[in-house]
């Protein structure tokens, strides 16, 4: 099992080495975002790659995958989420929180046939959905520089570390058949991505600098994330990431 692990890393490694360097717009110097070189050689990767297999590939899920189908399979892996959710919300010492986790797991894995029905929602259980990047950052722990991340795309310095922190609690990593556990890694991307095209599209029509835009909203969205939805109006970062040396390209 530890060799999943040891594989991301040395595929995030390689492609950042493959990246290069960019070239940053005059005037687009964000003070979040002081990798921006190496950012926006990765996010243009990462658009190829997407143009090239990701979205092609959901396109064609969408397209011959029935929508009661396509909806089942995202309520599984939002299942499957609330499971990841219900620890960091202990973490977090949100025990009401963590108690309508178990309550959404117990509820859709049972009467929602495995999570296929999201029925949880019906009788009134919120979803949550916390990660351990929110949960690191209810401890104190600044977003640091902002990162993009080879395929997975948007990150943080916090939330690099947290996605790690979620593949270990994920309950997917248990098992044991690697051809398995790769189905079910390729089932949810296909699926995430078939469920973000229609965003995709509004994202190309609306933005002037895709990279700006995209790094704008998710910096936003997470800290609000953070913060359950009442951020701050003014918030210093808690830990100082100036010392923090850029990803080597």
């Known amino acids: 099992m530890l060799i999943r692990p040891a594989r991301a890393a040395l595929v995030m490694v390689v492609l950042a080495a493959l990246a290069g360097c960019a070239s940053v717009p005059e005037g687009a110097r964000d003070p979040r975002d002081p990798w921006q070189p190496y950012n926006r050689a990765m996010f243009k990767f990462n658009t190829d790659f997407d143009n090239a297999f990701m979205k092609p590939a959901a396109q064609a899920y969408q397209a011959v995958t029935p929508q009661p189908v396509d909806e089942g399979v995202t309520n599984f892996f939002n299942n499957v989420a609330d499971a990841r959710s219900a620890v960091n919300n202990v973490l977090q010492f949100k025990l009401s929180r963590a108690g309508s986790d178990v309550g959404r797991v117990f509820i859709n894995s049972t009467v929602g046939v495995g999570g296929f029905f999201d029925v949880a929602t ?128």
Request: charged share 25%; glycine share 10%; net charge negative.
């Open 122 to 249: 019906n009788v009134g259980l919120p979803s949550y959905k916390e990660d351990f990047g929110q949960t690191l950052g209810y401890w104190g722990i600044g977003d640091g520089p902002y990162f993009v991340m080879p395929i997975l795309g948007p990150s943080s310095v916090r939330d690099t570390v947290g996605f790690a922190g979620d593949i270990a609690v994920d309950p997917f990593f248990s098992i044991s058949e690697e051809e398995i556990y790769w189905g079910f890694v390729a089932l949810r991307i296909v699926d995430r991505r078939a469920d973000l095209l229609t965003a995709g599209e509004l994202v190309d029509e609306a933005a002037i600098d895709r990279y700006a835009f995209i790094r704008d909203a998710y910096l936003q969205r997470r800290r609000i994330l953070v913060h359950d939805g009442n951020p701050p109006e003014d918030e210093d970062d808690p830990v100082m990431w100036e010392d923090v040396p850029p990803p080597e390209l």
